[in-house]
C-alpha cells in the first residue's frame, strides 16, 4: 500500500501534474535556460538538488517550529509560513553553493551560476507549499520534492533539444525568440496533456 | 510631467509582462477567467506598492550586501497581509487563485522593481512606479484572461456573450491554450513595435 501511494506520487508529479506544463511553475528557467542542451542538463541537475532538499527542509520546520500540534514550542505560528518558507530556501541555497564550492570544485563547476537563480525559482517554494497543502508525512515530501525535480528537468532537456533545432528553423520575424518558444510550449503541454487520462 | 512619466511608463513602454517578460507563471496560471486576473492583479498592485513604499523608506538604513534578503522579508509580510485578507474577505478567490497567492513573493516583477526603482527613488516616485506597474500587469492579465475565457467557454466576467450555439473549445482554459495565447500575443506586440519604428 505505502509503495503503490509512493509510486502514484513520482508519476503524478512527473507526468500528470508536470510541474512546468500543468502547473505553470518554474516557467522562468524554462524559457530562460532552454537555449543550450547543455545548460539545460545543469540547470536540471541544479533543480533535482535543490527541490529535494528543500521539500525536506520546510517539512522539518514546518512541523517542528511552525505548526501547533507538533512543534516544539506548542505555539500557533503558520501564518508565519510564507516568511519561514521563502528564508530557507534562500539560506539553504547560499549554503549549498558555499558546501559543492569547498567540497566539490567541479560539480560547482558545472552547477555554480545556477545556485543563486534558483532561490526565485517559484517551483522551489511551490513544492514546498503543495507537500504541506496535500499533507504529505516525511517520506512521501522528500519523494515528491525529487520527483517533481525530475519532472522539471525532463521538459527542460526536451525543450532545450528542440530548441537548437528551432534555431536553424525559417521563422517569421516576429514570431522569433520568446513567442515561438511559447507556442512550442503549448504544443508540449498539449501532448503532456493527454497523460491526464491516467488513472492511479 | 515626470510624475505622470512614472505612472504611464508601466502600462505600455515598460509593460512588465509583453515587454519585460516577468512574472510569467502567475500570469498563465490564473488567466483562465477575468474574474481570477482582476483578484491577481490587486494582489499584486496592492503588494508592489506595500513593499516600494517600505523598501524607498528605509533604503538608506539596509546595508548593500542584506538588501536582497531585507526586500524578500518586506515582500513577504504584505503577501502574508493579502493571503490572510483574501482568505477572511474572498474566501471563493482564494480558492481558485490557490498556491499563486504565496507564490507572489517570488515573482520577478516585484522584487525587480524594489531592486531597479524603490532603492533609488523618492517615496512619492516609488509609489506611482508602483501603481503603473500593478495596473500594467493586471491589464496584460485582464487581456489574457479575456481572450481565453471567451473562446474557452463563450463567456465574459462570467456573463454568456457568445450565442448558446458557440461549442466552447475547452482547450483555451486548459495550459495549452494559455502558452499559445501569450506566445500570440507577443509575436503581435513584437510585429506592432516593428511597425513603429
Not at chain 1, 135 to 162: D, H, P, Q
Not at chain 2, 154 to 174: D, E, H, R, V
Request: glycine residues 8%.
Amino acid at each position: 500500500m505505502e509503495i503503490a501511494k509512493l509510486f502514484s506520487i513520482i508519476i503524478a508529479s512527473i507526468f500528470i501534474n508536470n510541474f512546468v506544463l500543468a502547473k505553470f511553475l518554474g516557467l522562468c528557467p524554462y524559457i530562460g535556460v532552454s537555449k543550450k542542451l547543455d545548460s539545460a542538463i545543469g540547470m536540471g541537475m541544479a533543480v533535482i538538488f535543490v527541490m529535494t532538499m528543500a521539500s525536506t527542509i520546510t517539512w522539518l520546520v514546518y512541523n517542528y517550529l511552525l505548526n501547533p500540534s507538533t512543534s516544539i514550542f506548542g505555539l500557533d505560528l503558520t501564518f508565519l509560513r510564507t516568511i519561514a518558507f521563502i528564508l530557507t530556501i534562500a539560506t539553504l541555497v547560499q549554503f549549498v553553493e558555499m558546501v559543492i564550492q569547498k567540497t566539490a570544485p567541479a560539480l560547482y563547476k558545472a552547477l555554480g551560476i545556477f545556485l543563486p537563480l534558483i532561490t526565485t525559482n517559484c517551483a522551489v517554494l511551490g513544492v514546498s507549499i503543495l507537500n504541506i497543502n496535500e499533507g504529505y508525512n516525511f517520506l512521501e515530501t522528500i519523494i515528491n520534492g525529487f520527483s517533481a525535480g525530475v519532472g522539471f528537468t525532463l521538459v527542460l532537456i526536451l525543450m532545450a533539444g528542440i530548441r537548437e533545432r528551432l534555431e536553424l528553423a525559417d521563422i517569421p520575424e516576429s514570431l522569433k525568440g520568446l513567442p515561438i518558444s511559447f507556442i512550442v510550449a503549448g504544443c508540449m503541454a498539449l501532448a503532456f496533456l493527454g497523460f491526464s487520462g491516467l488513472k492511479i | 510631467m515626470k510624475a505622470f512619466g512614472e505612472l504611464t511608463k508601466g502600462i505600455i513602454k515598460e509593460n512588465p509582462i509583453f515587454v519585460m517578460a516577468l512574472g510569467l507563471c502567475p500570469t498563465l496560471a490564473v488567466s483562465t477567467s477575468v474574474n481570477n486576473a482582476i483578484g491577481m492583479g490587486a494582489a499584486a498592485t496592492f503588494v508592489l506598492i506595500g513593499s516600494n513604499i517600505v523598501i524607498s523608506l528605509i533604503k538608506n538604513f539596509i546595508p548593500s550586501k542584506v538588501r536582497i534578503p531585507a526586500y524578500i522579508v518586506i515582500i513577504a509580510s504584505f503577501v502574508t497581509v493579502v493571503d490572510m485578507v483574501m482568505e477572511a474577505y474572498a474566501a471563493s478567490l482564494h480558492k481558485s487563485l490557490g498556491l499563486f497567492i504565496p507564490l507572489i513573493v517570488v515573482n520577478c516583477i516585484i522584487l525587480g522593481r524594489a531592486e531597479a526603482f524603490a532603492s533609488k527613488n523618492s517615496v512619492g516616485s516609488s509609489i506611482l512606479d508602483g501603481i503603473g506597474m500593478g495596473i500594467g500587469f493586471s491589464l496584460a492579465l485582464i487581456v489574457i484572461a479575456t481572450i481565453r475565457e471567451i473562446i474557452g467557454t463563450g463567456k465574459f466576467y462570467g456573463m454568456q456573450i457568445l450565442p448558446c450555439s458557440y461549442q466552447p473549445a475547452i482547450c483555451a482554459i486548459l495550459p495549452p491554450g494559455a502558452f499559445f495565447t501569450i506566445g500570440i500575443l507577443m509575436a503581435l506586440f513584437n510585429k506592432w513595435v516593428a511597425k513603429k519604428s
